[in-house]
């Protein structure tokens, strides 16, 4: 909530032309997503729309169009509660297309009640993480030959929810569910995986920069789980909140700005506005990336039939 008096460093003017780039934003039908989505098309950027629900999203695509006048924005079904669905919007866009320059792994899911994903993995782990990781690892041959790209992961403060360990093997018991410390566990993924997947790439000498950000206290639909749709509650909260334009700078300035290449911003998590900052608890543990990782890849291997491993 302090982002309101926070320092700007970076605006849409900003954005460099995008003609020629194609990125693909997920969750983008409404909230963060959607600013992200119409202000890298604005810039001439092919978008495609990674969304669960074709009708809405259509409605938005049609927005985008009219309003930036780029004809190239695109939907593909995403459905982050199924592995199934992830294996299949990456086979279609590969199918579509055959370069791939900014990766925004936006969607996310707050604090809402216990439930499993088709793959029996709990809600917020499923889709703010697994499936993003999953995705990400599909989509990163060609990210890497369509370099130099950009991955951009977003986090949130509430890593900084105080938790002492991810207890990673009963992440998915109902026994063992907080619906906060799950969220702030699947937000310190988003921030450990950032982490590693950035430090295998640059062993490599791979031209993927990977970064993450807390986009702010936005008002967006994200609160639907804690306080009912037009209550007093939902009134007040998003009187404090930023708007869903100032909540997506952080994360274009990490997908678009030339000074990610030009500073070798890499494995870096950002706040509001576009300002480095450090991750504290879980995710400042030196061995947690790794063990993420790890834990990841054996889950992926158990519920996918054929997935054979991370590409790097
Ligand atoms: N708003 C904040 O204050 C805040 C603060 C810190 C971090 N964040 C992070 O910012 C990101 C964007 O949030 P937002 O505020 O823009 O929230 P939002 O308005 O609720 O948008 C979330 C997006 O994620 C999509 N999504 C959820 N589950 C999905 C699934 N299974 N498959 C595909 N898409 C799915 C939603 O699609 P549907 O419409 O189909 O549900 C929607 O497009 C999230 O990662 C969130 O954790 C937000």
Redesign the pocket.
Known sequence: MLELFSKRNFSFEQIPDLTGKVAIV?????????VCAKEMARKGCTVIL????QE?TKVVIDEIKTETGNQNVEFIA?????LD?VTKFAQEFKSRYNQLNILI??????ICPFGL?EDGIETQF???HV?HYYLTMLLLPILEQSGPSRIVT?????HKIPFKKLNLESISDPKKYNRVIH?AK??TC?ILFTKELSKRLENKGSNVYVNCN???????????HIVGPSSIGEYIYNKF?IS?ED?ALTQLYLATSPEVEEKKIRAQYYVPFASPATPVGVSSQPEAPLELWEFTENLLKEKVDGYTGAPI
Do not use: F, W
Not at 78 to 82: G, P, R
Not at 105 to 110: D, H, Q, R, S, T
Not at 154 to 158: D, E, I, M, P
């Open positions: 997920t969750g983008s039908n409404t909230g963060i997503g959607k990674a969304c669960r629900n809405k995403l459905d982050l509660m199924k669905s792994n936006n969607a996310g899911v707050m994903s499923a889709t703010n499936a977003v986090s949130s403060l509430a969220y699947s937000k988003n807390h986009p702010g206290s936005v008002q967006s639909e994200l609160s639907r909140c869903t909540g």
